[in-house]
């Protein structure tokens, strides 16, 4: 059965793909690629739509994805420069699923919010 998880954990090749998704599914990263899937972005524009990301991270963040081939750089030659994140053929491939997950998320806010209001009464109680 090598298409289970427990089998899939045993082969060489799982801790390089445990690697992978825990890039890809970062908070930070799974919020770059969903608005990158809108369009190319300057920085500055991402920092402003990407609410709560810090400077130092949104650099830390597309610096692994461009990495990983996940997201293209290109600096135009301009005063000041201007520099375009984009989505690679790569990156494009995970949209699907990376606008899966935000939507989920999205959808799923207020049951998670009251599933943790009830843990941390219950928690809070011991």
Request: charged content about 30%; glycine content about 6%.
């Amino acid at each position: 059965m090598p298409d289970t998880p427990r089998a899939l954990a045993k082969e060489p090749g799982a801790c390089r793909a445990r690697e992978i998704l825990d890039r890809v599914g970062d908070k930070w990263s799974l919020q770059v690629i969903a608005r990158l899937g809108e369009r190319p972005y300057r920085f500055s524009e991402l920092r402003r739509g990407i609410e709560g990301i810090s400077q130092r991270m949104l650099t830390v963040t597309l610096r692994g994805l461009e990495r990983d081939g996940i997201v293209s750089r290109t600096v135009t030659p301009v005063t000041p420069p201007r520099v375009d994140y984009a989505l690679t053929p790569l990156g494009l491939t995970l949209l699907t699923a990376v606008n899966s997950l935000v939507s989920w998320a999205e959808v799923h806010l207020d049951e998670i919010d009251a599933s943790r209001a009830d843990f941390d009464r219950r928690t809070a109680a011991l």
